[in-house]
């Protein structure tokens, strides 16, 4: 199992930047992809981005494409998502996870996740 310590949130304005990270532990942190999803009140849990373990491929949920990226530093046991021209519909709890299989295309589903970290809440402004 995976330790997934999220940070990061925070009440913003609508068109700014938000950057949150994931600290992982339990695991080798290299070996596994990595993901992040979003679910907001009254909503289910929406995917928002993956990575693969090497860093090497993305995905993105159709909602944050070209706005937000993630990143990971294998070395430091961290995942990143840098969120850009927030929205007020991007307002949601965020969550770190970890897939039990991700073969660098396409999105992945809550289903797909065995691990989850707690959560941070981001808040865009209108």
């Known amino acids: 199992q995976v330790q997934l310590e999220e940070s990061g949130g925070g009440l913003v304005q609508a068109g700014d930047s938000l950057r949150l990270s994931c600290a992982a532990s339990g695991r080798t942190f290299s070996k596994y992809a990595m993901a992040w999803f979003r679910q907001a009140p009254g909503k289910e849990r929406e995917f928002v981005a993956a990575i693969t373990w090497s860093g090497g491929s993305t995905s993105y949920g159709n909602s944050v494409k070209g706005r937000f990226t993630i990143s990971r530093d294998n070395a430091k046991n961290e995942v990143d998502l840098q969120m850009n021209s927030l929205e007020p519909e991007d307002t949601a709890v965020y969550y770190c996870?970890?897939?039990?299989?991700?073969?660098?295309?396409?999105?992945?589903?809550?289903?797909?996740?065995?691990?989850w970290g707690q959560g941070t809440q981001v808040t865009v402004s209108s």
């Open positions: 996870a970890v897939p039990s299989y991700y073969t660098g295309y396409g999105p992945l589903f809550a289903s797909d996740i065995v691990d």
